[in-house]
């Protein structure tokens, strides 16, 4: 098939790719011009793990390519997916749409003739609707243009492997059976016959599902992390507390992994966007749990900062630390809500001279933050360190030996806030080292 993708961020540009590995024939758009460039270079403009290769490999055979021109993006195909951005509107938690409705907006006097329109952006419920009235008025085929929703479920890291073998692929449609569906059934032709589980519903179901998942996914974080604030108190594990409920089928151990709490560009965002939809349906007392989970992680990274100052004293000037992350989750470059940040920035504020250290991140860390100071080497960056931070689980972290550490630092102290240090071997080589949710 012949297919495009408006909007090429994370999402769009993962999607692009693979659809051409699926071995479609792509084109992606969007309106900015340099990030075209790179893509049609067979770059992204940010770290996603295996995209370059694909990029790579399908602009190379020229199956896929990148444009800035709706009207190119009208005439190549009838097949529109759209994966622009939905951030949180400035000073509310509701979604701002602005890049959706313009995309459609630019898209829609280019469409001549029956084209399928499958929106994949993380939205409110009730937005389907208000994108079909748009194309029906602003698209000369009028009526002749059908809507479909594709919810994406990826996370970032493993965005190729989420989007080429899915655990579900959900279509929403208006009209059962329709020419979107059969136009979308061919475009997911391979994942289907591979027998991931497809549901297809109507819109208002599609529109929730990336949502309420997101939701249900921090209410599950928040929730074993509620339980470390528990062990904490009481001297147990809650690391093995999480196995032993994870063995439950009900329950189970996936996602359930206690530390420094979410963040990145989606699990905030949706969590806040969902319970703000709720509230403008009168549903507000349905997502009390969801409020709440939100406020335990915000509370993990207050956690934090409160043992950086039980270790150091409660005046933090002059003090130095060091902080061991500063993407939102390792293998990623995004600092979207980063709770390693986060809390970089907080003990900066309160005085300290913060230096941040990361594989990825850190030429976006130092645009937002320029006020921090910033490490290319873990190890170099705890010289003189008053305490160490373990804030992002980078597998490199894990790895290093904590006896070369040591004698590096003013005093050997280091607070594991993702769980994945050694205990046992940090305190041999000579560490204070205090884990989020245990004793």
Request: charged share 25%; glycine share 8%.
């Amino acid at each position: 098939m012949k297919m495009t993708v408006v909007g090429c961020g994370y999402l769009g540009a993962t999607h692009a790719a693979c659809m051409a590995e699926l071995g479609h024939e792509v084109l992606g758009m969007d309106s900015d011009i340099d990030k075209v460039h790179t893509l049609n270079t067979g770059k992204a403009p940010f770290f996603e793990r295996d995209l370059d290769d694909l990029l790579t490999k399908h602009t190379e055979r020229g199956q896929l390519r990148f444009t800035a021109s709706y009207q190119e993006a009208a005439a190549f195909a009838d097949l529109h997916f759209i994966g622009v951005g939905t951030p949180q509107q400035p000073g509310s938690d509701a979604y701002d749409l602005t890049h959706l409705f313009d995309a459609v907006r630019q898209l829609a006097p280019h469409l001549a003739g029956p084209a399928v329109v499958a929106v994949k952006s993380t939205v409110p419920v009730g937005t389907a609707p208000r994108i079909a009235e748009l194309l029906h008025e602003h698209a000369p085929a009028g009526d002749r243009i059908e809507v479909a929703w594709n919810p994406e479920f990826l996370r970032e890291s493993s965005a190729v492997e989420d989007t080429l073998r899915p655990d579900r692929l959900v279509l929403g449609f208006n009209t059962p059976r329709s020419w979107a569906e059969t136009m979308l059934r061919q475009a997911f032709g391979k994942i289907i016959e591979a027998g991931v589980p497809t549901i297809v519903t109507d819109w208002a179901t599609a529109e929730l599902a990336k949502g309420a998942a997101n939701s249900f996914l921090a209410t599950k974080i928040s929730f074993i992390n509620a339980m470390a604030e528990v062990c904490e108190k009481t001297g147990a594990n809650v690391a093995e507390l999480a196995d032993i409920l994870g063995h439950d089928i009900r329950i189970g151990r996936r996602g359930m992994r206690p530390g420094l709490g979410f963040g990145g560009g989606c699990l905030p965002k949706d969590l806040r966007g969902f319970i703000t939809r709720a509230v403008e349906l009168d549903a507000d007392q349905a997502v009390g749990i969801l409020r709440e989970a939100d406020t335990v992680n915000t509370r993990r990274r207050r956690r934090v900062i409160d043992l950086a100052r039980e270790e150091l004293g409660p005046d933090l000037r002059g003090k130095r630390i060091t902080v061991w992350g500063a993407a939102f989750k390792p293998e990623t470059d995004d600092i979207r809500d980063s709770p390693a940040l986060a809390v970089a920035q907080a003990l900066h504020d309160h005085g300290a001279s913060v230096t941040v250290t990361d594989p990825k991140a850190l030429d976006n860390a130092r645009k937002l933050h320029p006020e921090l100071d910033y490490a290319d080497d873990p190890i170099a960056a705890t010289e003189d360190c008053d305490l160490l931070l373990h804030l992002t689980e980078w597998p490199q972290f894990a790895h290093i030996d904590p006896k070369r550490l040591a004698s590096r630092t003013t005093s050997p102290k280091v607070i594991d806030a993702r769980g994945t240090l050694n205990t046992d071997q940090w305190r041999r080589a000579g560490w204070i080292i205090q884990a989020l949710g245990r004793a």
